[in-house]
């Protein structure tokens, strides 16, 4: 199987603080997304990096992706209570379908 | 506001109902998804459509039964359902099928489905 596997499973920081959430993959990709999601609602896209990118930026958003270990990692800089979410990782192969990992739990207190 | 709507937000149903799950897109989308989030489980796809064809059928039960009309709204007709089907549905699009490996899906905020 090819799918994500985030870490760690929760994650809990003071505002303002960074955050960093890991995700390990099994099989070669063609890219990787990762997704937020607010309690109750649906899966909302925030970045997508390529097999051959290193790094991403959006915003306070800040992707790497390593190929050869098989890991990505999502930095949250300058958290805020808003950022309380899940975190989601998706692998992508091919024109294949997304392979979500289960996600990390970041809360942010205030 | 995703450009994804599903509806209803809330169904509770007896094993015996019938039911639908309805998800409309208005991004001028041609891929449209069914996944089932079940608490403590990665997210599962289902049903793949792309250009009202189903594309990907992911092993999941005959009692579940897609539909898609058009490339902007996407059905999952529910009957005789079993209690560990509840869970929350999520409809996702995106732009077309056959690139899929550079885009993102938009997802609607899902239907929480509870079987009693």
Same mark, same amino acid.
Not at chain 1, 8 to 14: G, H, T
Not at chain 1, 58 to 68: I, Q
Not at chain 2, 81 to 103: F, I, K, M, V, W
């Given at each position: ?43 909302? =896209? ?10 991403? =930026? ?5 992707? +790497? ?46 | 506001?995703?450009?994804? +709507? ?26 449209? !998804?069914? !996944? ?18 189903? +594309? ?16 902007? =709204? ?24 056959? +690139? ?5 899906? =938009? ?10």
């Amino acid at each position: 199987s090819q799918q994500g596997e985030e870490d760690p499973q929760a994650l809990s920081i003071q505002e303002g603080e960074n955050a960093t959430m890991n995700c390990s993959y099994k099989t070669s990709i063609n890219n990787l997304q990762w997704y937020r999601q607010n309690s109750g609602r649906g899966l909302v =896209h925030l970045i997508l990096i390529r097999s051959n990118e290193r790094e991403k =930026h959006s915003g306070r958003l800040r992707v +790497t992706l390593d190929t050869s270990k098989k890991s990505s990692s999502l930095l949250i800089t300058a958290s805020r209570a808003a950022d309380t979410a899940s975190y989601f990782c998706a692998t992508v192969k091919g024109a294949q379908k997304l392979v979500f990992g289960q996600g990390t739990r970041l809360t942010i207190n205030p | 506001e995703t450009g994804v +709507t599903q509806t209803p937000r809330h169904l509770v149903m007896g094993m015996t109902n019938k039911k639908s799950l309805k998800c409309e897109q208005h991004l001028g989308h041609n891929a449209m !998804y069914w !996944y089932k989030q079940s608490a403590k489980k990665p997210l599962e796809l289902m049903f793949v459509y792309n250009f009202k064809e189903q +594309t990907e059928n992911n092993s999941v039960p005959s009692r579940f039964s897609p539909e898609c009309p058009n490339s902007s =709204h996407l059905f999952l007709h529910l009957h005789t359902l079993q209690p560990e089907d509840s869970a929350l549905y999520l409809c996702a699009s995106s732009q077309d099928r056959g +690139t899929l490996s550079n885009q993102p899906q =938009h997802f609607g905020d899902g239907t929480r489905l509870s079987i009693l």
